[in-house]
Every structure is written in C-alpha cells, then in structure tokens.
C-alpha cells in the first residue's frame, strides 16, 4: 500500500534500528510523529536538515511531538549502509561527499560532526532489484515526482520513461520506505498526526516547524 495524503500512514519499513527503542506510526498513539529522512552519504542532510530536526526535538517534545530518524538508500549503495550509520551515531564520523561538505563549511572536527543525534533512528528496508521494471511501475514511481506526466506530450513521456528505465537497470536495492511515501529525495520529512494520518511529505526546505505548530493546536 502506498502512502497517500490524508489517510492512514503506513508503518515505516525497516531494517533495524540503529539507536533508540524500536517503534513506528500504530505503536505512536496520540503523538505527533515527524520523520526525518536522509542519507549517510548527503551534505545537505547534516548541514541543515538533520540540525532542524534536533531543533524541533528539543523544542516540541512535551507537546506530545515524537521525532524519528530514517536513513535511507537510493544512490551510492557503498556509502549509504548500515554500517556506515552506526559508526556515524556511534562515534560521529562522517563519510565521502558529507565529510568533503562539512570540512569545507568548518561544521566537522577531526572527520567527526559537532552535534549528536538525540532522537531514534531507523535503516530504511533494502530489498536486492533485479534492475527490471514493468511498465505501471516505471509510472508509480513517476507520478509523484511529475504530476503532470499523464498530459505531457507522448515524445516527452517517451523521453521520461527511458531515464527511469536507466536509472532502474543501474539501481542495485529499492528501499521500501522512500518508494511507499513516494519520496523525491534527501532530506525529505514525513509528518504525522495524533490520529496517525499522514498530513504531509516534502522533499528539502519546508515549513515543517508551522506545520507542527498548527497540528499541535489541533489538540
């Protein structure tokens, strides 16, 4: 079942979890649920996305707000591992294009992040892809990232399912979580209210802080 707006959210997909008590959406009753979602091997991640999400953490707690780390997988498979994402919440140490990014800002100290992950963090399922993809999901896996496919020119569609076609004979794993929500990329949140309904995903910069706020005054 896929995410959709509005309606239920369906349980995250994982693998293990690497720091914290294990949990997900039907075992989070009457809390707001925030889920960020990134990559151990994304600069932009650790430079803005995670520091957020830590700043919500402290902030929105005692109102019942529940926040969750997911790392994720859809590209550079070598870096983006669990093993990777323990030694990172273990000793701090960061990898590749995230280590090369914070270096060059000041934002690491001898390869190692300046701040700690306080909340539970998760490793999104990995499930092995045989690099063959039908038709309906080359189109499932398009439709969130462009709406308007089904009215582009038959030339531009054309042109759109042969870069997935590629994209997916290069891929090596689906990561179960990113493709259910439909996600575009990293950092993504996805965020959930008492009811645990899904109210929004958004991939990069959003207004996640004010939409909190107006689900908390929701009571």
Not at 11 to 21: C, K, P
Not at 126 to 152: C, W
Not at 203 to 210: D, H, L, P, R, V
Request: proline fraction near 5%; aromatic fraction near 8%.
């Amino acid at each position: 079942m896929s995410a959709i707006i509005g309606q239920k959210a369906p349980n995250l997909q994982i693998s293990e979890w690497a720091q914290g008590a294990p949990t997900n959406f039907d075992q989070e009753k009457d809390h707001i649920i925030l889920v960020d979602v990134f990559q151990v091997n994304c600069p932009g991640c650790f430079m803005n996305a995670i520091p957020e999400a830590i700043e919500i953490y402290k902030k929105y707690s005692s109102d019942g707000v529940r926040v969750l780390g997911m790392a994720t997988a859809f590209e550079d498979f070598d870096k983006n591992t669990l093993d990777n994402l323990k030694m990172l919440l273990n000793t701090g140490e960061v990898i590749g294009d995230t280590k090369a990014a914070l270096s060059q800002y000041g934002k690491i100290k001898d390869g190692k992040l300046s701040y700690k992950i306080p909340f539970p963090i998760a490793m999104d399922n990995l499930v092995k892809t045989a690099g063959d993809a039908s038709y309906e999901d080359m189109v499932r896996f398009i439709r969130p990232q462009v709406p308007d496919f089904d009215s582009q020119p038959q030339e531009r569609k054309a042109e759109i399912i042969q870069r997935v076609r590629d994209y997916m004979k290069a891929k090596q794993y689906s990561a179960e979580t990113f493709e259910k929500f439909g996600l575009r990329g990293t950092p993504s949140t996805i965020l959930v209210d008492r009811k645990g309904v899904l109210r929004d995903v958004s991939f990069g910069a959003g207004n996640t802080e004010s939409m909190i706020k107006k689900l908390i005054s929701e009571g």
